[in-house]
């Protein structure tokens, strides 16, 4: 069961990203500063769905599968700026 999740999640993610661009992509076309910020926009909002699409179940599903903190703590304790 875990290698069929794994490979309906590659396929969802895959498609996503290709409905993705194919309605972002006709916005770069257009040489105008409007345009790109559309564009942007567009890229911006298809991602951030992605990412409440991700933590939505975590957070209300299944909230002990959330991080604890301390790799966080400790990379920073050792210099790394995240």
């Known amino acids: 069961p875990v290698g ?3 490979f309906l999640l590659k396929q969802s993610i895959e498609s996503f990203s290709k409905m993705k661009m194919a309605q972002c ?3 770069f076309a257009i ?3 409007v345009s790109w910020l559309h564009a942007f926009g567009c890229l911006l ?8 699409l991700a933590a939505l179940p ?3 599903l299944v909230p002990q599968a959330a991080g ?3 790799p966080e703590v400790m990379a920073y304790l050792n ?3 995240m």
């Open 4 to 6: 069929i999740i794994a």
């Open 25 to 27: 992509r006709p916005l």
């Open 31 to 33: 040489d105008d500063r």
């Open 45 to 52: 909002g298809f991602d951030a769905a992605m990412v409440l």
């Open 58 to 60: 975590v957070v209300f």
């Open 68 to 70: 604890s903190g301390v």
């Open 79 to 81: 210099g790394v700026l």
